[in-house]
């Protein structure tokens, strides 16, 4: 008889991807062991086994979720009717929030996805493809100098993408500058360069 499964499975795996990636991105992925995992979620080494075979399947997980919801995210906010700017804002806006709590799966992303043997990230690379396919086509539309297949696109949105990204290093909750507001920065900073901005410091 197939062995059933507790009606709290899934918050369960939840709890261990959370938990896990936290470890992860502390620690290392390479440092970590199902062991310390096992402790960290106050589980038996047996009872983490039944959700997880091995280190290799849980990165898999926690950084396939951690993209599925970005994209999510994105897709519910740039909507096509939306005007190029607008889109573009909305997008950067819904990563910003998208990212909120989720330093230690983004840092996993960036950081440990080369642990993982190429026929394994497959279905991850395709999720960042999509999720940068989706921001490439917005920073098209908002410059009509930008032709199809126009070869500036890729390195403008990989731009983007960097300041985005990497603001986990530096962003601080409760700051001057909110999530939604350093998007916006972002995207003024995109495209018109910094001399459009204007400073805080008294003239």
């Not at 507790?6 to 992925?29: N, V």
């Not at 970590?32 to 995992?37: K, L, P």
């Not at 909305?90 to 998208?98: P, T």
């Amino acid at each position: 008889m197939a062995r059933t499964r507790a009606a709290d499975y899934d918050d369960k795996r939840k709890s261990i991807l959370k938990l896990s990636a936290r470890a992860f991105a502390q620690h290392g992925y390479d440092k970590t062991s199902m062991a310390q995992i096992a402790k960290i979620c106050g589980f038996s080494k047996a009872l983490l086994y039944h959700y997880y075979e091995n280190k290799e399947t849980l990165l898999i997980d926690i950084i396939s979720a951690h993209l599925e919801e970005l994209v999510d995210a994105v897709e519910s906010a740039g909507q096509a009717e939306q005007e190029p700017l607008e889109r573009l804002r909305s997008l950067c806006r819904a990563l910003m929030m998208a990212y909120e709590d989720a330093d230690s799966e983004h840092k996993l992303q960036i950081n440990e996805l080369s642990f993982l043997p190429t026929e394994k990230k497959q279905d991850i690379i395709e999720l960042e493809r999509k999720l940068v396919a989706i921001f490439a086509d917005a920073v098209a539309a908002t410059n009509p100098q930008f032709g199809d297949g126009d070869a500036l696109i890729k390195p403008v949105t990989m731009s983007l993408f960097g300041m985005l990204n990497w603001s986990y290093l530096w962003f601080k909750p409760g700051g001057d500058l909110s999530r939604e507001g350093y998007a916006d920065l972002v995207v003024q900073l995109l495209l018109n360069g910094s001399r459009s901005i204007q400073g805080t410091a008294a003239s």
